[in-house]
C-alpha cells in the first residue's frame, strides 16, 4: 500500500515500514507501525502526527531525556546512560490519536519502555501502557 503521508508501507496485522531517525544524537533504523483496523485504512489523525513526530521529538528533547532518566531512577533505582542502555525499536502510530516510541532496554528486557503522547500529554511507562 501507498499512503499519501506515509509513503509505501507494508502490511501484516498493522501498516508498517522502516526508516532511519536520529534520537539523542543517535542514528537509528525503527519500525514505523500505523495502526490498523478492519477498514485497512490510515486516519488523518494518524497522518498528521507522523508529520509531526520528529519535530515534536527535536523540541521536547531535552524533557523525554529527564523523564526517561527519572523514569529509570523511580522504577529501577538507577541511573540510566541514554546512549548505551535504552534503543528505540518502534513509532507507533495509533488510531486514538496517540502516538509514542517503544524502547528496549537491558535494565527490562521482557517489558521495555515507551515515551508515548496521549491526549497531548507525555508519558513514560512499560510497553504494555502504551500498546
Known amino acids: 500500500m501507498t499512503d499519501k503521508v506515509f509513503g509505501k508501507l507494508e502490511h501484516k496485522y498493522n501498516f508498517y515500514?522502516?526508516?532511519n531517525v536520529n534520537f539523542f544524537?543517535?542514528?537509528y533504523k525503527v519500525k514505523i507501525v500505523a495502526e490498523n483496523d478492519e477498514t485497512?485504512?490510515?486516519?488523518?489523525?494518524?497522518q498528521?502526527?507522523?508529520?509531526?513526530?520528529k519535530q515534536y521529538i527535536q523540541e521536547?528533547?531535552?524533557?523525554?531525556?529527564?523523564?526517561?532518566?527519572?523514569y529509570f531512577l523511580d522504577v529501577y533505582n538507577t541511573k540510566i546512560n541514554i546512549d548505551?542502555?535504552?534503543k528505540p525499536r518502534t513509532i507507533y502510530f495509533?488510531?486514538?490519536?496517540?502516538?509514542?516510541?517503544?524502547?528496549?532496554?537491558?535494565i527490562d528486557e521482557e517489558n521495555g519502555f515507551s515515551i508515548f503522547i496521549k491526549d497531548g500529554k507525555l508519558n513514560i511507562?512499560?510497553?504494555?501502557?502504551?500498546i
Open 17 to 19: 515500514k522502516y526508516e
Open 25 to 27: 544524537g543517535n542514528n
Open 40 to 46: 485497512d485504512t490510515i486516519l488523518p489523525i494518524q
Open 48 to 53: 498528521n502526527n507522523y508529520t509531526a513526530y
Open 60 to 70: 521536547n528533547q531535552a524533557k523525554i531525556i529527564d523523564l526517561i532518566k527519572q
Open 84 to 86: 548505551k542502555e535504552i
Open 94 to 106: 495509533a488510531r486514538d490519536g496517540s502516538w509514542g516510541i517503544l524502547f528496549d532496554t537491558p
Open 125 to 130: 511507562g512499560t510497553q504494555d501502557m502504551f
